[in-house]
């Protein structure tokens, strides 16, 4: 991973009228690392990646990109896919990508080239002189992903990059997403959905109400956390975990059931009580806690406070 | 600025593709054509037949005299009014009769002459089913008036002749006197002033709101958000702009084109349909020069608030609501109209032609009714100019902030806000 940084965000604040939309919050996102950026709705997600375009601009604080302040050209050097998915209906599909390019200072002609490269890629090749409107939801959200990455970005922003796609599609992306990571890209990634920020990042942080909750790698996060988790699949009366002062948090998922033990927990007093109980336990793991659950303690802890 | 290009040809290239471009184009001059056509046609064929009527002249002597009058032919040539009988004299019951032939149709209608007609106490009648032609035609008026006229002149002794010898009227010839020579008016320094000056109204209005439209497209399809992700706000609004104005002038340049042929040949189809010559309209090209500033300049202007209000709505009910103030501000220059043409050069047509907002249209009206002093018109361009500018500032803010703003439709004072916003 490359030390040095694509993104530095220092003590930037936004404020809407009354509102704190983004209070006081700084974030280093490495060169070549997928970086989670979460947080609940209308945590000021959207505002920072805003500021971090160049669509805002921060009240206090300042933003680097690549070693350089934010300016006209630095827009350029930027991917962006927003949540909110958007073309001109109207137009043909290669006409859009070609304008959208151009907007990013690609040349028409190098423009033309690699747009028809990514066509084929994504397999839209036999859509290409269509009209948007006449695509489906996940052809549009192919071709604006497409938009995106067309003028080869050093950075790249992608806001909830896999809704709306059918797992064959989601898998096109991640692998592209990986490679252009590989070839050095960084991406910074929104998203709810915490088993993909598991699965693709490399650090994350988490923003509530506009401050920064809780950040650094994921890998270290998890581990501060240590393995006090315990993953169960069993057979038999579930009164066994019906311990308040061992567990702390019950998750039910069918097959498999997670229990998050309490500070001092031993995970063995559950195994015993199984077992005296006549319950037959098929898996039993310690585990780290999931970034579903450090997501929910962190957002209602600070609820909370 | 290549960004801003790029902005400008997009808005343009889609927009004269589109069906609705390419059929207004077409069929606006094939509708004025049409009209122009149907109305040389309809003047030398027009539609109407000759009226059967029966004069009852209780007043006894004057219906001949009045018969001898109806000498007006139809377009076709054939009589107005062909006089079945005349009844001097007649009994109680003819009217009754006589409507009751003009409902079965046999006569079309009937004339009465009251007794007291000839010292003016009572009035003359025609009865009619269909009242519509003799509207239209005077000439049944002038000849009973002529009848009736005559006949007192006779009863105090005097020659008829000589009468219409000394109450002969005077034509009035008005001539307009310019710069450049004086020249016969016959209405069409006014039809030109009031063509040009409409034209400017309907193009403010229709091309503002097609740069407020374009703005609400971006924003309701969300394309907005990579937009302003790769370009400045300003130039986004700015290519709207201009780009919807490159598609107006190319429809205009159409037009143009399309009128100097239909000028060129129309008094070739004109003759050849036995009519007399076309209504000509020369716009001189100093006209020309001055219509496209102020053009340009309104333009700017109104379509830099057009394009505010599109940044600011979310939907089309909300557009409609909030576009209004802005069009009845183009639609108060037209309503004005009647100021000017009375009296182009008085301290109301002057103070009115100053205010920016209708100087595009009443400025223009009076260059073209009667040219103002010139230090006026420098005056004007340079309010204009000056607010242009201020608002084109103005709607720059407001759009840099609406464009990312979704739900409900600002207040004043929220747009106070967005403006003042870094």
């Not at chain 1, 206090?60 to 962006?80: F, K, V, W």
């Not at chain 1, 693709?200 to 790698?217: A, F, K």
């Not at chain 2, 229709?206 to 971006?218: C, L, S």
Request: aromatic fraction near 6%; proline fraction near 4%; charged fraction near 20%.
């Amino acid at each position: 991973m490359g030390k040095s940084a694509a993104v530095v965000v220092t003590s930037i604040t936004k404020r809407f009228d009354e509102v704190l939309a983004v209070n006081n919050l700084s974030l280093r996102i490495n060169e070549g690392s997928v970086f989670g950026l979460l947080g609940p709705n209308g945590a000021g997600k959207t505002t920072t990646l805003r500021m971090i375009l160049r669509i805002m601009v921060p009240d206090e604080g300042a933003i680097e990109m690549l070693g350089q302040p934010l300016t006209e050209s630095t827009q350029d050097r930027i991917g962006y896919l927003p949540e909110e998915r958007g073309l001109y209906t109207r137009m043909k599909v290669r006409e859009v990508l070609l304008f959208l390019a151009g907007l990013k200072g690609l040349g028409e002609h190098e423009a033309g080239r690699r747009i028809d490269e990514w066509l084929e890629r994504l397999e839209l090749t036999s859509w290409t002189s269509n009209k948007v409107i006449d695509l489906s939801k996940g052809m549009q959200q192919k071709v604006q992903f497409i938009a995106a990455v067309v003028h080869r970005p050093p950075v790249l922003i992608l806001d909830e990059p896999f809704t709306g796609l059918d797992p064959v599609n989601a898998g096109i992306i991640k692998d592209i997403m990986l490679d252009l990571r590989k070839n050095g890209s960084t991406i910074i990634l929104s998203t709810h959905r915490m088993e993909q920020v598991e699965m693709m990042c490399d650090s994350i942080c988490l923003i509530n109400r506009g401050q920064s909750v809780l950040d650094g790698e994921l890998s270290a996060i998890k581990r501060s956390y240590g393995k006090n988790t315990v993953r169960l699949e069993y057979e038999g009366d579930p009164g066994f975990l019906d311990q308040p002062n061992l567990v702390a948090a019950i998750n039910h998922f069918g097959a498999v059931t997670e229990v998050r033990l309490r500070p001092n927990g031993d995970s063995q007093e559950i195994l015993k009580a199984a077992v005296a109980r006549g319950v037959r336990i098929n898996r039993f793991e310690l585990v780290e806690p999931p970034l579903n659950d450090i997501f929910i303690e962190k957002v209602s802890g600070a609820a909370h406070a | 600025m290549h960004k801003l290009w790029l902005v400008i040809k997009r808005e343009y290239l889609t927009r004269v593709r589109t069906r609705g471009f390419i059929v207004s184009t077409i069929i606006v001059p094939v509708l004025t054509v049409g009209v122009l056509v149907l109305q040389i046609v309809t003047a030398s064929r027009q539609v109407g037949h000759t009226l059967r009527i029966v004069v009852l002249d209780e007043a006894g002597g004057l219906g001949s005299a009045v018969v001898k009058g109806l000498s007006a032919k139809l377009p076709s040539g054939e009589q107005e009014f062909q006089v079945v009988q005349t009844l001097e004299n007649p009994p109680a019951d003819a009217e009754d009769s006589l409507r009751a032939q003009v409902l079965r149709g046999e006569i079309d209608a009937f004339l009465v002459l009251p007794a007291s007609v000839a010292n003016g106490k009572a009035s003359a009648e025609f009865h009619t089913r269909n009242p519509g032609q003799v509207i239209i035609s005077s000439e049944l008026n002038h000849s009973v008036s002529d009848a009736v006229i005559a006949q007192r002149l006779h009863a105090r002794g005097v020659d008829v002749k000589d009468v219409a010898q000394v109450v002969k009227g005077v034509d009035l010839k008005v001539i307009k006197v310019g710069t450049r020579g004086d020249s016969e008016e016959k209405g069409q320094t006014i039809a030109l002033a009031v063509v040009v000056g409409m034209l400017l109204y309907v193009t403010l209005i229709i091309y503002g709101v097609a740069t407020m439209r374009a703005v609400m497209e971006e924003k309701t399809t969300r394309v907005i958000e990579i937009l302003v992700a790769s370009a400045r706000p300003f130039y986004l609004l700015a290519g709207k702009i201009l780009g919807v104005a490159a598609v107006g002038l190319t429809q205009y340049a159409i037009w143009v084109t399309a009128g100097a042929l239909v000028t060129a040949y129309g008094a070739t189809v004109a003759s050849m349909l036995h009519a007399g010559a076309l209504p000509s309209l020369h716009l001189s090209w100093p006209m020309l020069a001055c219509t496209m500033i102020f053009f340009l300049m309104g333009y700017l202007l109104y379509a830099s608030l057009y394009a505010a209000v599109g940044a600011m709505v979310s939907n089309d009910q909300e557009a409609q609501q909030a576009q209004m103030p802005i069009t009845l501000l183009i639609v108060a220059a037209v309503v004005l109209f009647n100021v000017i043409l009375r009296d182009p050069n008085s301290p109301l047509s002057t103070g009115l032609s100053m205010i920016p907002f209708f100087a595009p249209i009443l400025m223009l009206l009076r260059i073209a009714l009667q040219t103002p002093p010139l230090w006026q018109i420098a005056l004007c361009l340079g309010i204009l100019g000056l607010t242009t500018a201020g608002i084109v500032f103005l709607a720059a803010r407001v759009y840099r902030v609406g464009i990312l703003m979704y739900g409900k439709r600002p207040s004043l004072a929220e747009l106070v806000k967005w403006v003042k916003y870094t």
